[in-house]
């Protein structure tokens, strides 16, 4: 079955994407605690998300030569359409990779809140444009 792995991939990603959802949704008002467990799974959600990116730009988009760092595949991504908004995943990469080596919990509030109102949305267009391209393989 061709996208078997791009396929396999979606099946986490939706489920930590419901995880993170579900974290920030239980949360009204900021706990360090529940910070961190929303930092932990916001940050597991990024890693599935870019290698989804990988599998699609392989398996969908038939890129042969698709370099294993998570900078590179953003911007392929973004080159071939896969996301739209290139500069913002950019950002997550880096606030990402900020907030794994936050050890006090300084920036912890401002990190969930970027998590809840920039980088949620731009998780559910990836999503949106992954079930598109699963849709039309399964069509072929």
């Known amino acids: ?4 792995a791009l396929r396999d991939r979606f099946e986490s990603f939706l489920r930590l994407l419901a995880d993170t959802n579900e974290f920030i949704a239980e949360m009204p008002a900021y706990r360090k605690r529940d910070g961190a467990a929303i930092i932990y799974a916001f940050n597991s959600l ?18 042969a030569d698709v370099k294993p760092s998570p900078r590179d595949v953003i ?4 080159a071939v359409g896969l996301i739209a908004e290139q500069e913002r995943w950019l950002s997550m990469l880096k606030n ?5 080596h936050d050890y006090m919990s300084v920036n912890q509030e401002h990190y969930c809140e970027l998590i809840k109102c920039e980088y949620l949305p731009l998780m559910d267009s990836l999503k949106a ?3 598109s ?4 393989m399964d069509a072929e």
């Open 133 to 136: 391209q699963i849709a039309e």
């Open 129 to 131: 444009a992954i079930a």
């Open 75 to 78: 911007k392929q991504a973004g």
């Open 46 to 63: 990024f890693d599935i998300a870019w290698k989804l990116m990988k599998d699609s730009l392989t398996e969908f988009y038939g890129l």
């Open 1 to 4: 079955m061709p996208g078997l």
């Open 96 to 100: 990402r990779n900020l907030s794994t």
